[in-house]
Nanobody, 117 residues
Framework: QVQLVESGGGLVQPGGSLRLSCAAS????????MAWYRQAPGNQRDLVAS???????NYADSVKGRFTISRDNAKNTVYLQMNSLKPEDTAVYYC???????????WGQGTQVTVSS
């Protein structure tokens, strides 16, 4: 089992910045992918960014150039630095870990990000 604890959400004005953190604990992780997803009311949950244990990254087109995903493998923690935030970035952000080779997924509880003036 893997437990994920997220932090860092909140209310920010357009153009502002936030940094989300997600600390993973529990089983040995081995090879894995850590990611952030987001879900706005009435929408599906979409991938925002992902990062492998080898530090390869992938971003949704809507956040490229504004968001940066990173991780500290020693701490089993993934971060999402969000800059130049827009109202359309408003959503609940979820941390996700997928383990290999089982492809078992674990989800955090979600953290609200609201971008509004």
């Amino acid at each position: 089992q893997v437990q994920l604890v997220e932090s860092g959400g909140g209310l920010v004005q357009p153009g502002g910045s936030l940094r989300l953190s997600c600390a993973a604990s529990g089983s040995s992780f081995g090879v894995n992918v850590m990611a952030w997803y987001r879900q706005a009311p009435g929408n599906q949950r979409d991938l925002v960014a992902s990062i492998t244990s080898g530090l390869s990254t992938n971003y949704a087109d809507s956040v490229k150039g504004r968001f940066t995903i990173s991780r500290d493998n020693a701490k089993n923690t993934v971060y999402l630095q969000m800059n130049s935030l827009k109202p359309e970035d408003t959503a609940v952000y979820y941390c996700n870990v997928m383990l290999f080779p089982s492809r078992t997924r674990y989800w955090g509880q979600g953290t609200q990000v609201t971008v509004s003036s």
